[in-house]
């Protein structure tokens, strides 16, 4: 049975208390997957909208619930600690992350807490940051508590606006997440065991087929191309098979979160996907925000980080947004790959026309 779809059937001072309540679960820091804030505020806004229930007491609930809650995760996790944050962190991968937050937070006291508790993925997250990093309570609650009603006015405001249909797409777009996630966990099972295997020896003759990209093979595969048995610097220092197997495997990326993106919020059995002016533009505008991100903010894609490359500047370092946008916006241009290939076949620093125009350059940075 969907909790949500429950949900929808109460009402009165029950559904009042049920969703105040679920939100205080959450603020706490406990994870609830099945009933996330956002949704359980587009609800009450729908049940205002229709006379379920009394305007004034489900906003007033839903954020004390809110503030409560959160409170009370501070308080959790000042008892927790900062060292059993930092561990989960390193384990999890979000040390640097949680560095930054804790860097901001104590920089900007009540304004941080007010800002990052509206980014999206933030909210919970600065809760704990503050619990572990002792921030004075009354600082806290000054942020908290102005970015409560901001919250809570967008999203109820949302659902008495839109109504029912808003909450059908977040069940499509969670539906398909959760069937994202249990490819995304049986693939990485898969690859896992496959390198589990090849590290033992027990697939050394389909080695190569099964592990596909790797650096080693796309070495090999770079001494193969002619004239790149003798000019070791522009073979090692500035790849070119690493460099296509890197795009190839962003391609696959922003391909993948594209369709989903359009099959969380239309059906899929009336849409042309990425076949139609809408998916185009759609997929254009995911490759341009994925690679803009995080090659402007590290040089490195998840495809150049897999293959052990990354763009640098003129200077030394990432790009920054700005060469890293221009670069994007150019290389995008299907009209000049072809000019990109010659380029990359004959430049002595094989740089494609986005890399001339910006000064960057695409080296290796790990064997």
Not at 167 to 186: D, E, N, P, S
Request: glycine share 12%.
């Amino acid at each position: 049975m969907d909790p949500l779809r429950s949900l929808q059937h109460l009402s009165g001072d029950l559904l009042v208390v049920a969703i105040a309540g679920l939100l205080f679960i959450e603020e706490s820091g406990v994870p609830l997957p099945f009933a996330p804030g956002d949704v359980l505020l587009l609800i009450a806004g729908i049940s205002i909208a229709t006379g379920s229930v009394n305007g004034v007491v489900m906003t007033v609930a839903v954020v004390a619930g809110i503030s409560l809650g959160a409170m009370t995760g501070r308080e959790i996790f000042a008892l927790v600690g900062r060292p059993a944050l930092e561990k989960a962190a390193g384990v999890l991968g979000f040390r640097r992350a949680l560095d930054r937050v804790t860097a901001r937070l104590q920089r900007g006291g009540w304004r941080a807490v007010f800002v990052a508790r509206l980014v999206p993925g933030l909210r919970i997250q600065t809760t704990q940051v503050a619990g572990v990093t002792r921030m004075p309570r009354l600082e806290f609650l000054a942020g908290l508590l102005p970015a409560v009603i901001v919250y809570v006015a967008i999203f109820e405001g949302l659902g008495r606006l839109a109504g029912q249909p808003i909450v059908g797409v977040f069940h499509r777009a969670q539906h398909r997440l959760f069937v994202l996630a249990i490819f995304g966990l049986l693939a990485a099972a898969f690859v896992l065991s496959i390198r589990w295997l090849a590290e033992r020896g027990y697939l050394a003759v389909l080695e190569p087929i099964v592990l596909g990209v790797r650096r080693d093979l796309a070495d090999e595969v770079e001494g193969l191309l002619p004239g790149a048995g003798g000019d070791d610097v522009r073979t090692r220092e500035y790849p070119l098979v690493r460099r296509v197997w890197a795009g190839l495997i962003d391609s696959l990326l922003v391909l993948a979160s594209a369709v989903y993106l359009l099959t969380a919020v239309s059906n899929v059995r009336g849409t042309e996907l990425v076949l139609d002016p809408e998916g185009l533009l759609l997929l254009l505008a995911v490759n341009v925000a994925y690679r803009i991100s995080l090659e402007g903010l590290s040089g490195q894609t998840i495809g150049k980080r897999l293959m052990g490359i990354s763009v640098y500047a003129p200077g030394g370092g990432p790009p920054g947004w700005g060469r890293a946008a221009l670069r994007t916006l150019v290389g995008t241009l299907p009209f000049l790959w072809p000019v990109d290939a010659v380029l990359l076949g004959v430049a002595a620093r094989r740089q494609r026309l986005c890399d001339f125009l910006t000064g960057c350059t695409v080296r290796r940075v790990a064997h």
